[in-house]
């Protein structure tokens, strides 16, 4: 029975990188000049910091700018709020959201059933979700469906299996 995997997972080599050119270019543009303007990798998140709040929005805008080019989904990012650092400075934290939620996997699995293909069925595993269906290409519709609807998560299929 043809069967296939939803995830919603983040490449962290990719956000790595992506942080280091962000960094890099902070360091050289004239705009952040003295502006101690830095981004610092946590676990399951990001910190920017900065002198003041326009220079961190500036700073933000060139990671996700870094991170498109990546491909890696800005819908996993989950931006804070801005906060009053020492010395008058500013700080952001940024967590990454990898995995699917109990809630979204619900609202994932009545999506599937509303498109009413006879055959296909879905449980949730973990956090991830695993779809099976007597036929490919309900598969394949059922794909085409997911991708074109928002859930505001990023989704990547694999493993599929015919």
């Known amino acids: 029975m043809p069967s296939f995997d939803i995830v919603s997972e983040v490449d962290w080599q990719e956000v790595r990188n992506a942080v280091d050119q962000a ?27 900065s002198s003041t709040e326009d220079r961190l929005r500036a700073l933000h805008q060139v990671l996700e700018e870094k991170l498109v080019k990546r491909e890696v989904s800005l819908k996993s990012l989950d931006s804070g709020k801005i906060e009053e650092a020492s010395r008058g400075s500013a700080r952001q934290r940024i967590a990454v959201r990898s995995g699917i939620s109990a809630d979204n996997a ?24 695993r779809v099976t269906g007597k036929k490919r290409d309900d598969l394949q519709a059922v794909i085409q469906a997911l991708k074109a609807e ?3 998560i990023a989704l990547q299929f694999t493993n599929f299996r015919d």
């Not at 960094?23 to 101690?36: I, M, P, S, V």
């Open 23 to 49: 960094n890099r270019e902070a360091a050289t543009r004239f705009d952040f000049k003295g502006t101690d303007s830095a981004i610092e990798i946590g676990t399951d998140e990001l910190v920017l910091r």
């Open 150 to 152: 928002d859930f505001g």
């Open 106 to 129: 619900k609202r994932l699995n009545r999506f599937m059933k509303d498109l009413g293909l006879k055959g296909v069925s879905s449980q949730t595993q973990g956090d991830q979700l």
